[in-house]
């Protein structure tokens, strides 16, 4: 490989006309000269693109490779010499063992399988509301407002206790706070006020705890500061991705007729239609690791305190691994998709995301059987992708009142 090794200048930002759904074309690009690929990032510093499944599943399994925030190079901005502080009290995503499963473990229990499985009934109801309030308003509406966003939104309120009366302003805040597009001020507030709006939850919960994740957490050596962080860690994972993939994964349906239609015939398609959506969509698009010490990967050595860029949605789209990769198929058998990660940081809520989507979809499509775009599909506005999370801004739909 050596000097013929490609080389990725840019980390692409747009989407290919007419795919919204497929990784950008120079993504694709670089995974066809290789699993791997040079990185030139802002400011000329030189790192790594791993664009590959295999590759991409061993990092994440590799304790050589780092999570920690102060280790990070951003893959688009060059902040210059500005010096990158340690991730906050209990925000363990971006850190490493012995840190990062301090606070991961109290929680792993109450994300299992079998517990989020029991939220299913709260899930239907919440799901069935929100549909007999579109129907009520009747055609067109937005979906991402309508339904996408309130069913995370509701649900991760209820697990981590925030209280009815509060929840509006709560998501509002965080929303502004997420918001890759708003102005660096906007953003700056926002968290301050998010920041504030914790602080009193978690006081709240010590004082007068309630059955929820943050109410248990009371009982832990945990202290304010890091159930904060935990809660705002919870938050993020919990609001934006699910929504995102709701909404995305509605858009998907509707661009593929037969899939959508195999999906109303066939209740029991749900599971596997819901692994098919998070491998063909990948809204967590790139993450990053720092390599530890000296590593051999893919026929390269990526020297210690090197940058890597893990390409998600490459990965799921890998057709060594995938047959037919670019290909929406809901019945497909090759799963172990790379959308919630994999290794010690593999998403907390995954369960609680399936569960929501294993829910919201069938009842969607079936509730509303004429339900279609409201304007043509090259207008439907996607996100920026300066945002770390693919999706939609909104989405029009009608159907037949």
């Known amino acids: 490989m ?24 120079e993504l694709l690009d670089a995974r066809r000269h290789g699993p791997i690929s040079r990185y030139t990032f802002p400011g000329g510093r030189s790192g790594w693109l791993l664009t590959g499944y295999d590759l991409i599943k061993s990092v994440l399994a590799d304790s050589r490779f780092s999570s920690r925030k102060e280790l990070m190079i951003h893959p688009t901005v060059d902040y210059g010499d500005i010096e990158i502080p340690p991730a906050p009290p209990g925000e363990f995503l971006l850190m490493d063992d012995p840190q990062h499963s301090r606070y991961r473990k109290p929680l792993m229990g109450k994300f299992t399988v079998r517990r989020m499985r029991l939220l299913t009934e709260r899930l239907e109801q919440i799901t069935t509301d929100h549909l007999d309030a579109m129907e009520k308003a009747g055609p067109p509406t937005d979906l991402v407002t309508a339904f996408a966003k309130p069913i995370p939104a509701i649900m991760i309120c209820e697990l981590l206790g925030v209280p009815h009366q509060d929840r509006d302003s709560f998501q509002k805040q965080f929303e502004s706070f997420m918001n890759a597009e708003a102005d660096d001020k906007d953003v700056i507030a926002a968290y301050t006020t998010t920041q504030y709006h914790l602080a009193e939850l978690v006081a709240a919960k010590r004082a007068h705890p309630t059955d929820d994740v943050l109410s248990d957490l009371t009982d832990s050596d945990l202290n304010d500061e890091e159930l904060k962080g935990i809660a705002l860690i919870l938050l993020a994972a919990g609001l934006d991705t699910t929504a995102n993939m709701l909404a995305l994964g509605t858009f998907a349906l509707l661009r593929n007729p037969e899939q959508l239609a195999a999906l109303r015939a066939d209740p029991a398609l749900a599971d596997r239609a819901v692994e098919e959506l998070l491998r063909y969509l990948s809204v967590g698009k790139t993450f990053m690791r720092t390599a530890r010490e000296d590593v051999e990967l893919g026929g390269q050595t990526i020297k210690a305190g090197s940058p890597v860029i893990l390409s998600y949605n490459t990965a799921n789209r890998d057709p060594e691994r995938f047959a037919d990769p670019h290909v929406l198929d809901l019945h497909r058998q090759d799963g172990g998709h790379l959308a919630f990660g994999h290794g010690i940081h593999q998403c907390l809520g995954q369960q609680l995301a399936r569960v929501e989507m294993r829910v919201a979809f069938p009842a969607l499509v079936n509730r509303f059987p004429t339900l279609r775009l409201a304007i043509p599909a090259e207008r439907v506005a996607l996100r920026t992708e300066i945002s770390d999370i693919h999706g939609v801004k909104s989405l029009p739909v009608t159907w037949d009142a």
Do not use: I, K, N, Y
């Not at 050596?2 to 074309?25: I, Y």
């Open 2 to 25: 050596g000097e013929s090794l490609h080389t990725v200048t840019t980390l692409p930002t747009t989407r290919q006309p007419g795919s919204p759904f497929d990784p950008p074309a």
